[in-house]
């Protein structure tokens, strides 16, 4: 069981922090003879995938580093463009390793607005006045765990969906933010949240959530 990530969203849908706890590396390295017999494309500045899944490598995958230095975006680390790096025969063979594309800062930030305007419109839609809006999402892999305070800050959870106590972790960190943000006299409402105690308490309650999976009984 895990906790993946956390994101706090301000009322105008505003990401103010984000901390990624633990990130599962699913991430193949292979060394490739010419021709490359995957198909590549340029996808959001980044080279992924698009055809010839093999030895867990997966369409969507991203590739991360050529010849064990890391790729920046669609470029090598000395500024080649990389699908025409692996179209010259001269530079093989080589050891690509692909993986999932990990979230720029921007992307993160997009994302959390996003989720704010998807949990407006779940209150939008409840048939009942008064709808709380989105609590929860699952998937297969993760769920997302969403708990608003009555001041309009979000705080928001991905975690394993087996991960037992997440309503308890989401109220004691409005308890930390409550301790270490909103009393920090050189902390400004609704803005990025730059504070030393409040992220060593966040990160204590996240491991003690994942070992005791509860910080008592929850609602």
């Not at 699908?83 to 010259?88: A, P, S, V």
């Not at 409040?198 to 003690?208: G, H, P, T, V, Y």
């Amino acid at each position: 069981m895990a906790i993946f990530s956390v994101y706090v969203v301000n009322k105008a849908g505003g990401l103010i922090y984000q901390y990624d706890n633990y990130v599962p590396r699913a991430e193949v390295e292979k060394t490739f003879s010419f021709p490359l017999d995957l198909v590549l494309k340029i996808h959001d500045e980044k080279v992924v995938v698009s055809f010839g899944q093999r030895d867990g490598i997966r369409v969507g995958h991203a590739v991360l580093s050529i010849n064990g230095v890391d790729v920046n975006g669609k470029y090598t680390a000395e500024g080649k463009e990389i699908i025409e790096y692996l179209k010259e025969a001269t530079n093989y063979p080589v050891s690509i390793r692909f993986g999932r594309a990990r979230l720029t800062s921007n992307e993160k930030l997009m994302l959390a607005s996003m989720f704010h305007s998807l949990f407006a419109i779940g209150s939008q839609l409840s048939p009942e006045s008064g709808s709380s809006g989105i609590e929860m999402l699952e998937t297969d892999t993760f769920k997302l765990h969403c708990f608003q305070t009555l001041t309009g800050i979000k705080f928001i959870v991905l975690a394993d969906p087996r991960q037992a106590g997440i309503d308890a972790l989401l109220r004691k960190m409005y308890e930390i933010y409550s301790d270490f943000a909103l009393k920090n006299p050189f902390y400004s409402l609704e803005m990025p949240i730059r504070c030393e105690l409040f992220d060593q308490n966040l990160k204590s309650a996240l491991e003690i959530a994942e070992k005791a999976g509860t910080f008592g009984p929850g609602p």
